[in-house]
């Protein structure tokens, strides 16, 4: 039931200090993916809470990226295990509540990880786009 | 109404040549509350700038949406020029359409381009409706620091921030501040002697007026935010009254019990078990190892508080525990050398006559076990051919560690030419797997060592080592000649592996500074920033970052000082306000965000009636101590926490214009 011509919509939220970074080098690297991801710059994955992703998803997202510094790595110390912990009881709530998991991913970016961020960004596109428009979602929000 | 403007930046043709700047200005037009747009070729030169200014200023604005390069780059250019103008500047926000879109966008038809230029700048647009004017905070700062180590490092760090006018407090785990500096014979690539250059800046910093030494010491608890560490230092007994002792040591020589001289590195060799490390300590006081005293281990002897004139000596010393409160902190830890006993081949602590590089370095030492003659520990004799073999436990990811010890290339050419400088008819060998020899007069130290002094340089790695006869013989590979050999030495030296100082871990949990998978400390970045810590005011010097040699260390521990000084000289400080901000009247002290903050920065404050008495409890923000991670706003449950210049309402304004 894919439309014609669609292309999955992501919202990727990421931290400042890592993952903001890996994906500036991207850029300044010249490196090209897929652009079908709009990035929502916060301090620290700590910070995200799990409602901005249902929010996301109802503002009419198809998919959503999680990704910060790696364990150890986190500029505020402990931010991102938060998240990671955060992460794991909500990845199961979304599951538990029918939603296909190929639209959250999460990962880790360190700010020398250009080629991960892109090779990431085109993976979560494929995987969502297998996944197909989020209709299911949009329906309940008239 | 908001009245916004909107910068289109093309960067000259960075973002013009994928994305339609003019268009994406026009489309942002339509959004309610903007009032002015505008694309320009380079928004952040003079000129650009000004014209900014000038429209802020104009079009009476409150507001700024500048579509550019990263907020890394220029969002600070931005937010001054608005300041300039007269605006907030945390009422200036960037939409990043170069790194993240026209550089990873290739499509020169500047559809892909400018649509997703159009979305993220939207995006932007309608989360800086939601800014608050900000402003920066100052808090006090205590201009007093600490260094920790006193190695070359922390020495070097010390001496620089004393000779500015600040106080400074050294701790020094040791009964003598040097560090490994302190046990070296000479030096690369000059071959002066190490402890004539070192002892006299151990002896300018234990007499400068600024330095309080604290040696026999151990940092213990570590709390506070930068201008304002509270610290806790163990000052461990010594069993010798400082302000009595003269340093005359006559305890040292009548002491009739001796333990293993950690100092001279190889067991066997003892020292007093009233000590000082060496004979040029800095502070030239003894302490009692109270391990192997007999007076404390079964209460005999005291002859030590027999023969000391000033009546020194007390037994009944407690440990003292010291609380300072200082602004910033300089680590300068240092390091330790492998323990090579598990690589067999090599047969360290099993054949006598193959020793550390460090231990060499005694041998060489004037002042070392031998008087600076070279020889061997097993029956004492002067060892007529000498293996050094190089990268023991460095370079090996599969038994050691995967890094380069940076030193060895350097230390094993200076062990061959001390070696030939004292053994004239004596052969060096050195088993090497690559020469690193990176640094001012290294290289052609190196080929000194090879063509003048004759040292035999063989490519490739030993399989084995074994006594027979009397020799140590070494049999390797040299595969620059694709053959097998089998040396009959006297003496194998080993160059063995840089780790991070044992304890070095918890030391990093007490001071909440990160580590490597290693153990050694995190720069804040490799590059631009290879003092500082992640943590504010915590700054590296040395060894304890990584295998540096002494210019490095000494490099280093200037650098680090100098960040301490440019810190120290502000009259307080000045933070960003990303700061977390608790609602009182929604807070229901559930103390999850005090439990999450990393920073300790969530304090529990009471609420008090009218009589005094307290009412409910609440969260609180120690604002000197926030960093801004937000962690606490996610764990709130009660939505009572937000973070400024991160607030939920900024968030879900930016998703709401996802569509």
Redesign the interface.
């Known amino acids: 039931m894919e439309e014609k011509g669609w292309e999955p919509?992501i919202?990727a939220f990421v931290c400042n200090w890592c993952t903001?970074?890996g994906?500036?080098?991207?850029?300044?690297s010249?490196?090209?993916?897929r652009?079908e991801v709009?990035?929502?710059?916060?301090?620290?994955t700590?910070?995200?809470?799990?409602l901005?992703i249902i929010?996301?998803f109802e503002?009419?997202?198809d998919g959503v990226l999680v990704s910060g510094c790696h364990p150890?790595?986190?500029?505020?110390?402990?931010?991102n295990y938060?998240a990671r912990r955060?992460w794991i009881v909500f990845r199961e709530l979304l599951k538990f509540a029918g939603i296909d998991l190929r639209r959250v991913h999460f990962s880790w970016v360190s700010a020398s990880e250009a080629l991960k961020w892109?090779d990431l960004i085109n993976e979560v596109i494929e995987t969502v786009r297998s996944a197909g428009p989020f209709e299911a979602y949009r329906r309940l929000n008239p | 109404m908001a009245r916004i403007g909107v910068f289109v930046c093309q960067c000259g043709n960075n973002i013009a040549s994928t994305v339609d700047t003019q268009k994406v200005a026009e489309e942002m037009k339509k959004i309610p509350g903007v009032v002015y747009t505008q694309d320009y070729k380079f928004m952040c030169s003079a000129v650009g700038q000004e014209l900014l200014k000038k429209v802020v200023k104009e079009h009476r604005l409150d507001g700024i949406v500048v579509a550019a390069c990263s907020p890394h780059m220029h969002e600070k250019t931005f937010r001054k020029a608005c300041e300039a103008a007269g605006l907030n500047p945390y009422r200036c926000e960037i939409a990043n359409i170069r790194e993240q879109c026209s550089w990873v966008h290739h499509d020169k038809t500047k559809k892909t381009g400018t649509l997703k230029s159009t979305d993220l700048t939207r995006m932007t647009i309608e989360r800086l409706k939601k800014n608050k004017p900000l402003k920066t905070i100052n808090i006090p700062l205590k201009k007093k620091a600490l260094v920790i180590g006193g190695g070359i490092a922390g020495i070097q760090a010390a001496l620089d921030i004393a000779e500015s006018g600040y106080e400074v407090i050294l701790v020094e785990k040791e009964p003598s501040i040097g560090g490994h500096m302190a046990q070296l014979s000479e030096t690369f690539p000059t071959m002066d002697c190490s402890q004539c250059i070192l002892t006299p800046k151990m002896v300018e910093l234990s007499m400068h007026e600024k330095v309080r030494l604290l040696t026999y010491s151990e940092v213990e608890k570590v709390e506070g935010y930068i201008g304002n560490f509270r610290v806790q230092i163990r000052k461990k007994a010594k069993s010798v009254i400082e302000d009595l002792c003269t340093g005359c040591g006559e305890c040292i020589e009548k002491c009739p019990f001796k333990a293993d001289s950690e100092f001279e590195v190889m067991k066997g060799h003892k020292r007093k078990v009233i000590y000082v490390p060496f004979p040029q300590a800095v502070p030239n006081i003894p302490v009692i190892d109270r391990e192997h005293c007999p007076k404390f281990l079964k209460d005999k002897c005291g002859i030590c508080a027999k023969v000391c004139g000033p009546k020194a000596i007390d037994y009944s010393q407690q440990d003292e525990i010291i609380t300072e409160e200082v602004g910033a902190i300089v680590v300068a830890t240092g390091y330790d050398l492998m323990p090579v006993e598990s690589f067999g081949e090599y047969g360290y602590g099993r054949i006598k006559d193959v020793v550390s590089g460090l231990y060499f370095e005694r041998l060489a030492s004037a002042s070392g076990p031998t008087g600076g003659e070279i020889r061997r520990p097993s029956d004492g004799k002067v060892p007529e051919t000498v293996v050094f073999i190089q990268c023991v436990g460095s370079r090996d990811p599969k038994r050691g560690v995967p890094y380069c010890s940076k030193i060895c290339c350097m230390y094993s050419a200076k062990h061959t030419m001390l070696y030939k400088h004292k053994v004239h008819h004596g052969q060096a060998y050195v088993f090497y797997m690559d020469i690193r020899s990176g640094g001012k007069r290294y290289d052609e130290f190196v080929r000194r060592a090879i063509e003048e002094e004759g040292a035999v340089y063989l490519r490739g790695r030993v399989s084995s080592v074994y006594e027979r006869d009397g020799k140590v013989i070494v049999e390797g590979a040299d595969t620059l000649s694709g053959t097998q050999v089998e040396i009959e030495a006297d003496m194998v030296v080993l160059a063995t592996a840089i780790v991070p100082r044992k304890g070095a871990k918890e030391l990093a949990q007490r001071l909440g500074i990160s580590y490597d998978t290693y153990g050694f400390y995190n720069e804040s970045h490799p590059k631009l920033r290879p003092v500082e810590t992640n943590t504010a005011g915590i700054f590296l010097a040395g060894t304890c970052q990584g295998p540096m040699d002494i210019p490095d260390s000494v490099a280093q521990g200037s650098a680090a000082a100098s960040k301490v000084i440019s810190l120290f000289s502000r009259e307080d400080l000045v933070r960003e306000p990303i700061l977390a901000e608790v609602d009182e009247r929604v807070c229901n002290a559930c103390w999850d965000c005090y439990y999450a903050c990393p920073y300790s920065a969530i304090e529990q404050h009471p609420l008090k009636g009218r009589d005094g008495s307290i009412v409910r409890w609440v969260a609180r923000v120690n604002e000197g101590a926030c960093q801004g991670c937000g962690v606490c706003v996610a764990a709130c449950r009660s939505k009572a926490i937000d973070l400024k210049g991160y607030t939920d309402e900024q968030v879900y304004a930016a998703i709401n214009a996802l569509v």
């Open positions: 919509r919202v903001y970074a994906a500036d080098l991207a850029g300044t010249r490196l090209e993916y652009p709009r990035i929502i710059k916060l301090p620290c700590g910070r995200i809470d799990p901005f929010k996301a503002k009419g997202a150890g790595d986190c500029h505020y110390t402990s931010g938060h955060r892109r």
